[in-house]
């Protein structure tokens, strides 16, 4: 059974950095598929970067140049390092998870492709 639990939270500053973990349990090393997404009340859940197993890596439009996802599979940790914050930065962080079969070099970013996801994280942007 597919385990995330996240962690790394919190309230930054505008400006500020943050980094996320995501421990990941239960996923196949050669063949998965790992993202970020969030959510406000407002807006439905956005894909915010996606990785595979076969280093593909696709960021939304709107972190692009400013965050990083990576794993570490040693510590069986999805990771989100997330520099130059905004306000509308602020939401619930979800990790997700899926099972993958073959190559894939643009993970999708869509809620409705991952099976597997974590109780989520609150990141508050505010001075």
């Known amino acids: 059974e597919v385990q995330l639990v996240e962690s790394g939270g919190g309230l930054v500053q505008p400006g500020g950095s943050l980094r996320l973990s995501c421990v990941v349990t239960?996923?196949?090393?050669?063949?998965?598929?790992l993202a970020w997404f969030r959510q406000t009340p407002e807006k439905d859940r956005e894909g915010v970067a996606a990785?595979?197993?076969?280093?593909?890596?696709v960021y939304g439009n709107s972190v692009k140049g400013r965050f990083t996802i990576s794993t570490d599979f040693a510590k069986a940790t999805l990771y989100l390092e997330m520099s130059r914050l905004e306000p509308e930065d602020t939401g619930v962080y979800y990790c997700?998870?899926?099972?993958?079969?073959?190559?894939?070099?643009?993970?999708?970013?869509?809620?409705?492709?991952?099976?597997?996801w974590g109780q989520g994280t609150q990141v508050t942007v505010s001075s």
């Open positions: 997700a998870a899926e099972h993958s079969y073959g190559p894939s070099n643009y993970p999708p970013l869509r809620p409705d492709k991952y099976n597997y």
């Open positions: 239960g996923l196949s090393r050669s063949g998965y598929l």
């Open positions: 990785i595979s197993g076969t280093g593909g890596i």
